[in-house]
């Protein structure tokens, strides 16, 4: 599936592929409207109804990621409900092999569009960031992967061949701007979230384990 020879760089997200997207899904979709029903009085079917059109506003823009903006926004502190519901995070299978067998031979980076509160919060419950040379997110290169303008102002802060890098990240956006941006190795996730059916992943190669991918 990969030429080693030919990458020296690896870009990888957090959400979605390092990490089981179970947590995000179940956050968003479950828990924050259940604090959001009880603190208006409202059903939990009438909670997600409501934050439904809210989250759709700003999906792919900075703001969907971003905690601070959440907290104005719903009225909710949500650093602290993440922490309510931290044990469903969880490491797909295979990662730390993966990384570890990484590690002193390619320059290993995680790029997230993930917010710097939860980031923390994830590295502090897995411990995966002792594996990274560098850690980006996306809210110090001011726009998130998906738009056109990320990977050119990355080089700013992490300076890469876009030929001899790969790029593993679970949204199909993402991978079309790194793509477009001439990213030469790019793979997708089959199920980023395990409690869901594997995904499209449309014109992309694709792994259901990181083992597929493990240098030899």
């Known amino acids: 599936m990969l030429n080693w020879n030919q990458i020296d760089t690896v870009f990888l997200d957090m959400d979605g592929t390092l990490l089981d997207l179970h947590f995000d899904n179940h956050f968003w979709l479950e828990h924050v409207p259940r604090r959001y029903a009880e603190k208006h009085g409202l059903s939990h079917a009438a909670a997600q109804e409501a934050l439904a059109p809210r989250y759709h506003k700003v999906v792919g823009t900075m703001e969907w990621y971003c905690v601070d903006y959440w907290t104005r926004e719903l009225g909710l502190d949500i650093a602290r409900l993440k922490e309510e519901v931290e044990h469903l995070i969880a490491v797909h299978p295979h ?6 067998a990484l590690r002193g031979s390619r320059r290993i ?7 710097h509160k939860s980031l923390a919060l994830k590295m502090r419950k897995t411990r ?3 594996y990274f040379d560098a850690v980006i997110c996306a809210h110090d290169i001011g726009v998130p992967k998906e738009h056109g303008g ?11 061949d876009p030929h001899a ?6 949204s199909l956006p993402v991978l079309r701007s790194a793509q477009d941006y001439g990213i030469a190795h790019l ?6 979230d395990t409690q869901l059916p594997a995904k499209d992943v449309a014109e992309f190669g694709a792994i259901h384990d990181f083992l ?4 030899r």
Do not use: C, K, M
């Not at 990662?95 to 570890?100: C, I, P, Q, S, Y």
């Not at 990320?150 to 890469?160: I, K, M, P, T």
């Not at 890098?165 to 679970?170: F, S």
């Not at 793979?187 to 980023?192: G, I």
């Open 95 to 100: 990662v730390t092999d993966f990384l570890a």
């Open 187 to 192: 793979l997708a996730v089959h199920r980023p």
């Open 128 to 130: 995966l960031d002792g």
């Open 212 to 215: 597929e991918i493990i240098p």
């Open 165 to 170: 890098t790969l790029l593993v990240d679970d």
């Open 150 to 160: 990320f990977w050119g102002r990355l080089q700013s802060v992490e300076n890469y």
């Open 109 to 115: 980076v995680l790029v997230t569009n993930a917010h």
